[in-house]
């Protein structure tokens, strides 16, 4: 009975303790991380620190963004660990290995920008953060993630 009211303790515990998504739109927070869910064994993913999944949000729409366990680097030379972010316009991630294509839709952060300003129209997007090697080589789903804003 004993273990059993200790585990039922320790349940609890982890319950609460869950992140806590918000999907209000607010000023810019340099700790705001909660966008991304992963597992505690994995320390290698992308973030957006701003906006919120789920935020209703002005154009120009304001975005920061995180990298754990890999380090921002312009681009130029590849080095293993190293990379830069790509945002992707309405797409989910580009496979590892595959050079991602500058476009409209494709945004490079080759200079190793952490934040930027998108003019976007009105509507719904799904906004991707994806980073990338030294010549732009995606790093696949791993190191990708996705939120969705609505722009007013």
Not at 81 to 110: A, C, K, R
Not at 133 to 138: I, L, M, T
């Amino acid at each position: 009975m004993k273990n059993l009211s200790l585990a039922l303790m320790s349940l609890i515990v982890l319950s609460c303790s869950s992140p806590n998504k918000s999907t209000e739109q607010s000023a810019p927070v340099e700790d705001q991380t909660a966008v991304v869910e992963k597992s505690t064994s994995d320390s290698t993913y992308v973030f957006f620190k701003h906006p919120a999944d789920g935020a209703t949000v002005p154009s120009p729409v304001y975005i920061e963004m995180g990298v754990s366990g890999m380090q921002i680097e312009p681009a130029g030379v590849v080095k293993e660990g190293y990379g830069h972010h790509h945002i992707l316009i309405n797409q989910s991630s580009w496979p590892e290995g595959t050079v991602i294509p500058m476009s409209d839709s494709t945004i490079h952060f080759g200079k190793g920008q952490t934040d930027t300003t998108l003019e976007l129209k009105a509507g719904v997007y799904t906004l991707s953060l994806q980073f990338a090697d030294g010549v732009h080589s995606s790093y696949g789903k791993k190191m990708a993630t996705s939120i969705t804003v609505t722009v007013e």
